[in-house]
Nanobody, 114 residues
């Protein structure tokens, strides 16, 4: 299993931006896929964005055009750049990795509020 640690969450006003970071204990390029999920209060955890080893990306319809998932050249971080945040984006965001099994970070809170 890989250890994942998220950072970058916080409080932001509607329309604002945040960048989440996920530090991985193994090279992100060794993972079959990595990305981000989120869970809002009283809702199920849902996919936000995924990037595969080959660099293909997939986004939830609700975040397309606003969020971008990317890997860094140092091979140990995955990012989620979020723009035009809305109240509906408020959730705990979890970093995710898959390589012969699922690995999850502890989560970072993103709160969008005026």
């Amino acid at each position: 299993q890989v250890q994942l640690v998220e950072s970058g969450g916080g409080l932001v006003q509607p329309g604002g931006s945040l960048r989440l970071s996920c530090a991985s204990s193994k090279s992100v390029f060794s993972m079959s896929r990595m990305g981000w999920y989120r869970q809002a209060p009283e809702k199920q955890r849902e996919l936000v964005a995924i990037i595969t080893r080959g660099g293909s990306t997939n986004y939830a319809d609700s975040v397309k055009g606003r969020f971008t998932v990317a890997r860094d050249n140092a091979r140990t971080r995955v990012y989620l750049q979020m723009h035009s945040l809305s109240l509906e984006d408020t959730a705990v965001y979890y970093c995710y990795a898959y390589n012969y099994g699922d690995s999850w970070g502890q989560g970072t809170q993103v709160t969008v509020s005026s």
